[in-house]
């Protein structure tokens, strides 16, 4: 009861942030340089009043409060427009393109903890020695190098120099085979990692690197505690200790972590798609900046932003499930 | 209790140390002490002094870089450490010396358990108390998960935990602290140890809870026969709750005696010091007489007798000769050691050499009771000629004390 309660409390305190996402986007995308309707017109010539019209017809005659007003009624029946410069829904462009998108930030996210965990324990049982040093300077490079950047150097050695594997696009596990001219499921599983392995690996370097950090201090933290000493002095075995005792304490701040970084993966898998030719909502939001598509520019900002929110709420909400400590703003 | 039987537990010539980059830490350095069935043997000494070292060395749980570098521990006849001459002339490990493994299963927990002095850290954030409680149970005692579970709740009214089956379910940073030591001894009696290592129990909690939960071990200890290592820095601990007393000062015991004893015919002047230092009833605050200083580092502790800097009685030859820890009396059948060279009976360095000026001066500047000055104290007991050496002046608390 208390959980649920507490659920329902970080929605609500979520709608301001919400709110706030979209009045700015709002107002940053009708102050953008270019005059969209001229744009979509593509440097014919034309009348004033054919303009005039255009704009009635879009509604941009009017003050920009009461479009805003307009446009976050319809949000809310799940209408985020009409692209002017695609002439489509702009749900329907979003649909077609978040599959990819999740399906790059989760398996990023996968890669990331299915490799910084383990590490980062290696690395805290054997402090300061030769692995804990390497996982150190591992962690520089990830942390500090641009998911681009390391996504072309990727492409570099394995798709040009060694061409192992394949540096463009993605294949998607939910289409038939025959989509793709292969033979059977086995074959569009194979082809789904091969395509997925690179951008995967760019995108995930940067929050392995860091979690691998985070899991390591944790660890270490943890393996120090009184509770730890106090189950050896009981015969516990050391490996029950790691894994049982010192571990659980340990994974509670590496859940925030992950919610909070979910806004850099989400940056950069826009880069990352940029570079993989990856046909998600990143590339999909490049284009529509390039083409001053503000319709589909704040479409995608408020699915962004609302996925940022509910990823730091599940944190949040699994955070406290997971921690007794945690009262849920009750009492203490 | 004047003629014994084996000890459960039996210390001898204790040496662990810490390999760190600044030097070698001496933290327990040459220590002997037994523990019998059923007695309550307390570990005195100031903050630094090697207890907690010294207590964890006998489950082999020395943190690193510490290591037990020489010594023997033998519990119930099994050798928990001890070193042989190899062939070569370097020590090692002894044949029946317990292996890791043997030690873990067979000595933790179900033979000698311990209770740690913070109670809000030693319990788990993330798992029941109830949980943790049926772990080591379940561990240490050979019942099934659902007896364990029984016993852990029926452990948990036993130490006076109300409403045990609910307060089961319950996680640690439910429990007040007081509620949370009496977890860990339910803990500790569950496993149904031994002997039970209490490494300051009740230094993190109020005076009140510290009351009650002395008064609970007492208890406790009365109806299973338990003995106990009781480390503390507390006299008034001491007083109240232990058989017999070692007293360690930078890693070395330097008095050991039955308790009546200890407190009516003090031995060493650290333990002196360590009484006058104590609050109690028939004195004011005013009156406490801190121990001068602090203790030293344990990487290079001092020459001699290691607290000639700080005794108010040292002289010369305390800067020279490392005092052994003799025999200087018998109280009920059981010896009175002291590590102090007025004791010393072949030898008359201590009478011969001068007391060291600055000590006497200071102690006289701070003498504040009795008027008589710290000089003219050491005057008297060099001519009363028994090296006793009681300076002892009028604080009446040593009422017993039949050599003056
Ligand atoms: N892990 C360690 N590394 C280096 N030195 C240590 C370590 N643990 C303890 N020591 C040193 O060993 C000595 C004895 O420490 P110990 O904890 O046994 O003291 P104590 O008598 O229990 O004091 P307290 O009353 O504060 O608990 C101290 O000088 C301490 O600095
Ligand atoms: S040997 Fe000397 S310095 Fe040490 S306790 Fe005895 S009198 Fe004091
Ligand atoms: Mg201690």
Redesign the interface.
Known sequence: MGLLRYTAGRVVQAIPVLIGITVITFILANLAPGDPVRLMLQGQEVNQEVIARIERQYGLHRPLHERYLTYMGNVLQGDLGHSIHRDRPVTALLAQRAGPTLMLVLSAYAFALATAIPLGIIAATRRNEPTDHVSRIVALIGVSTPSFWIGIVLILIFAIQLGWLPSSGLVYPWRSPDQYGYSGYPELAYQTIRHLLLPMIALGTLQMATLMRVERTQMIESLQ???V?????????ERTILRK?AF??AQ?PIITIIGLNLSTALGGAVLTEYVFNINGIGRLFLEAIQSLDYQLIMGITIVIGTMFVVGVIITDISYAY????VTYGEH? | MSSRSDPLLRVENLKTQFFTDAGTVRAVDGISFEVYEGEIVGLVGESGAGKSVAS?SL?R?VDSPGQIVDGEITYKGETIFGLEEGPDGDLREREDMLTNEEV??R????EI??I?Q?PM????????VGSQLR??IE??RDLSSDEARREAVDMLREVGIPDPAERYEE?P?QFSGGMRQRV?IA?ALA?EPNLIIADEPTTALDVTVEGQIIDLVDDLQAKYGTSFIWVTHDMGVVAEICDRVNVMYLGEIVEQAPVDELFYDTKHPYTEALLNSMPRPDRTVAELDPIRGVMPEAINPPAGCRFHPRCPDAREACKRIHPENREVARADGQPHRAACIKHDVFGDEYEESVPLEGRAQETAASATDGGESEESGVESRSQSGNGSGSTRKTDGRRGGDDRE
């Open positions: 505690g009184e509770y000493k106090l189950a050896r002095a009981y015969g516990v075995p005792h659980q304490v509670l997971i921690d007794p400590r203490d | 964890m489950l749980l873990r299963t000595i933790r927990g179900n358990a311990v740690f913070d850290e030693s319990l788990n954030p993330v798992f029941t772990e080591f561990l240490n996680y940073h860990l803990m496993c």
